[in-house]
């Protein structure tokens, strides 16, 4: 194969690693914008586009025959070199590859706010080998990756859309206050609903809470429950 071939050929290899690269890259985009998205886009992005270009670059490079000759030759003597190299870098590859696991769990994302060592702030990069906090006084926080993914982080950002409808009444202290918790607890039936003495400061107050699936839905159980336990009392007597 003449020279200019071979040249030609190293183009073409180098290119189409070029193009597909960035099809890929656009591909994991897309035009999603969420915290999710972005912080698997940031972290995979590198990740993929190295590992494309490098193989396309090898597989360029093999296309000459002295090269071809000359990797089987350094494959062989570099044995034993890439094991300690292995060894060496056991932390630089945990990093990499607790930056990948991140990236897919998702423990947290890019603009949410965490906690770790007692020390919070916004997350504002995750890297391949550290992922970059930036505290409240503006300084940044640089954790390795590998620790992050086994240290306890405390996320204020993700947040279970579920709420809770609250309820307090105040109740003639003359009455069996564990009666009328217990008559209550029928318009709270749920396994994490709550009904329970308050306060006993001046009339004892009475408190229900019923989970909902999100704020909307326990704005109307509220108006709903006034209701329920207002009948519920004055079957027991209370308000005429």
Request: glycine share 8%.
């Amino acid at each position: 194969m003449e020279l200019w071939q071979r040249l030609l050929a190293i183009g073409i290899v180098l290119a189409i690693a070029v193009l597909v690269a960035r099809a890929i890259d656009r591909r994991i985009m897309g035009g999603d914008r969420s915290p999710e998205a972005l912080t698997r886009y940031r972290v995979l992005r590198r990740t993929i586009t190295v590992s494309i270009v490098t193989v396309g670059l090898l597989s360029a490079l093999l296309v000459i025959p002295q090269v071809r000759a000359i990797a089987g030759g350094l494959l062989a003597s570099s044995a034993i070199l890439g094991l300690i190299v292995g060894f060496a870098s056991q932390r630089t590859l945990g990093n990499f590859v607790a930056g990948l696991m991140i990236a897919i769990t998702q423990p947290l994302r890019l603009g949410d706010w965490v906690e770790v060592g007692g020390v919070g702030g916004s997350v504002e990069e995750i890297g391949l080998m550290y992922t970059f906090i930036r505290t409240a006084d503006n300084a940044r926080l640089v954790i390795p990756n590998e620790k992050l993914a086994s240290d306890t982080i405390r996320n204020s950002t993700i947040r279970s859309p579920a709420k809770y409808a609250q309820v307090t009444v105040q109740v003639p202290s003359t009455h069996d206050l564990a009666q009328l918790v217990e008559a209550l607890r029928r318009e709270a039936p749920g396994e994490r609903d709550e009904v329970f003495v308050s306060s006993l400061e001046g009339s004892p107050t009475l408190t229900i809470r019923a989970w909902t699936e999100d704020e909307a839905a326990a704005a109307q159980l509220e108006h709903d429950l006034r209701l329920r336990v207002h009948s519920r009392l004055r079957e027991h007597g209370i308000y005429g």
